[in-house]
């Protein structure tokens, strides 16, 4: 366990007071900022983000205690301003994680900045890759890139002061650079459009599915084999100049990624390659640092030194649309690889069967000739939602991403507020809604913001059964007037009933050491229709949205006029209900707010 590292790292009973601490602060969090006053103050503010703001505060509030409590050389100014900066770093990376998921970061970066209160000067290489990540979080993106930054940092702090000693030389410090730096730029790609088109014949890149790899995936997955390998030798043969402790100290945070990243699910982390081999990597160097020195203390440095490195690249590509590529970095598909390139005709034949899967699934995606025209307009623009690559691939059409591509990756209600905004101040001319993928990623049930900055400012143009589309144009002041609902059978109803779900302070507590089930909501229409949903921890304090069953006629009503008038009973069952309480309820219709004609059946308090 991490306690159990700690305690090997630092015999005395400070690093324990210290982790304690740390997770007070965490409490006092979702305490004070998610249930408490300042929470319901800072979030209806547009423009504000409700975790950034509140992570500062906390981030400024350990940072104190950690500079006059836990600081040994809490007297020099240059040790409390190191010790404010590295936890502003930490603060500002979970700020730009959001909440969720930005908990791992939190927890892993207070980690270390326990370790780097200690007054040895080896924890500085910690401190060093805090403030190293303040470059990678700044921009609002989701928390794999803010974590990928910090373990890049933390990386080649590392290798930088391993540089630094007499007779060392720059090469291997150069391969490591080159090799994180690919990552980043690939994760950074400046035109997602250009990816689109770039990728539009591959069946991985463009469309996103599972059915083989491309052989520009196949290329970069080789690549970055390649990159890889160059750091491993470099750090097998910089291990002998690199002490025991250090390399414990590097493992603590890796681990603690790979364990929680993922929310505690080994089972999900099994189902991805990178990380399970990477999880497995770090745990081995773990156990091995207490192996006698030789050959193996030598392999366990150097899984750790490349662990950690592969470990930031693999979370940086996580968020291009080169995600696809470095997911299926598995043993399998590498011989594959190798395969191919022994059998060329065999890997002509597959190459042609994944382009003629990839070109009948872009072409199933084509939209009728009338959304294209009109799509084609000057100045028009177009936002598909939830945001799918593939429809803009397939398509000639102008289209403009969100104001973050990870909104419908992360659920996270910051990062919607954060779109809201965008979509209240420049809204798209036209947007697509792609029904399967909004049943599928639950975008109403975790986008609430944003579905209220959209809704009632949009008029339904056209339905498209096949697939499951709508086009809707914006209502401006030279707009026509709504029309009427188009025929079709096949449209999936757009009337959503919202609830916001909250938990008690107890049950917050107990949420940092338990798994807390799934709940089951239940609503009965007045109209004696009914419909049940399904909602995760991650997302009861976003709400759930569920489709009131109609015909396709009260949908296009629903959306010309900005209202929904549905009136229905709450129910909460299954294991999970006994850790929440309803609330409140109401139906998601115009910005103004929710109506209040909704009848709310509460089980408990």
């Known amino acids: 366990s991490p306690v159990a590292v700690g305690a090997y790292l630092d015999s005395s009973w400070r690093w324990a007071i210290n982790f304690s601490f740390y997770l007070f602060f965490l409490f006092l969090y979702y305490f004070f900022f998610t249930y408490g006053p300042i929470g319901r103050l800072i979030q209806p503010i547009d423009g504000v983000d409700h975790s950034l703001a509140s992570a500062l505060f906390l981030g400024l509030l350990q940072a104190g205690i950690a500079a006059l409590l836990l600081e040994r050389r809490f007297r020099r100014s240059a040790s409390l301003i190191d010790s404010w900066l ?19 970061l939190l927890l892993t970066g207070l980690l270390g900045a326990s370790l780097e209160v200690e007054s040895e000067p080896r924890w500085r290489v910690v401190r060093s890759a805090q403030l190293g990540a303040l470059a990678g979080v700044l921009p609002f993106v989701k928390f794999q890139l803010g974590i990928g930054a910090w373990l890049v940092a933390a990386g080649l702090a590392l290798l930088a002061r391993i540089q630094r000693r007499p007779g060392a030389s720059p090469v291997p410090f150069l391969l490591a650079a080159a090799a994180t730096a690919t990552a980043l730029a690939a994760a950074s790609f400046p035109d997602v459009r250009a990816l689109a088109r770039w990728g539009a014949l591959s069946y991985e890149l463009a469309v996103g599915f599972d059915a083989g790899m491309s052989t520009p995936a196949r290329q970069l997955d080789l690549i970055l084999v390649a990159l890889i390998a160059g750091v491993v030798l470099a750090l097998l043969w910089l291990a002998r100049r690199v002490r025991d402790s250090d390399l414990a100290g590097a493992a603590v945070p890796v681990v603690l990624v790979l364990l929680l990243v993922y929310k505690h699910s080994f089972v999900r982390a099994f189902h991805r390659p990178p990380l399970f081999f990477l999880f497995a990597l770090a745990a081995l160097g773990c156990l091995l640092v207490w192996v006698r020195p030789g050959a193996l203390r030598v392999a366990a440095r150097g899984a750790l030194g490349v662990g950690w490195l592969a470990l930031a690249a693999s979370l940086a ?23 191919d390139a022994a059998d060329p005709a065999a890997a002509g034949r597959a190459r042609r069967e994944r382009t003629e899967a990839s070109r009948t699934e872009l072409a199933r995606l084509a939209l009728p000739a009338d959304w294209i025209s009109r799509l084609g307009e000057p100045g028009a623009t ?24 990870q909104l ?17 101040t420049a809204p798209p001319r036209f947007l697509i809604l792609h029904f399967p993928e909004a049943q599928r990623r639950l ?27 709508a086009l809707l144009e914006r209502i401006g002041p030279n707009s026509e007037q709504p029309l009427a609902a188009p025929e079709s059978p096949q449209a999936a109803p757009l009337a959503y009933l919202s609830l916001e779900l909250g938990q008690g302070p107890i049950r917050a507590l107990a949420r940092l050491a338990f798994q807390v089930p799934a709940v089951e909501v239940e609503l009965d229409f007045e109209s004696d229709r009914s419909a049940t949903g399904r909602i ?70």
């Open 408 to 424: 419908y990756t992360a659920y996270t209600p910051a990062l919607d507020r954060f779109v809201a905004v965008g979509f209240r």
């Open 382 to 405: 177009v936002t598909v939602l939830p945001w799918r690559l593939s429809v803009c691939a397939a398509n000639p059409i102008p289209c403009v991403p969100p104001r973050t591509l």
């Open 536 to 605: 995760v921890p991650a997302n009861a304090a976003a709400g759930i949205a569920l489709a009131a069953p109609a015909d396709v006629g009260e949908a296009a009503r629903i959306l010309e006029s900005g209202r929904a008038r549905q009136v229905a009973r709450v129910r909460l069952a299954g294991p999970g209900a006994a850790w929440y309480r309803i609330a409140s309820a109401g139906v998601a219709t115009t910005n103004d707010g929710p109506s209040p004609a909704i009848e709310i059946a509460r089980p408990f308090d």
């Open 86 to 104: 590295a936890a502003a770093a930490v603060a500002i990376a979970f700020g730009a994680g959001l909440e969720a998921d930005g908990r791992v």
């Open 443 to 469: 975008f109403f049930a975790s986008t609430p913001d944003s579905w209220r900055a959209l809704f009632g400012r949009y008029r339904l143009v056209a339905i498209a059964p096949h697939p499951a589309l």
């Open 317 to 339: 590509l996580h968020q291009g649309g080169l995600a696809g590529a470095m997911n299926r970095l598995s043993p399998a598909r590498l011989l594959a690889a190798v395969l």
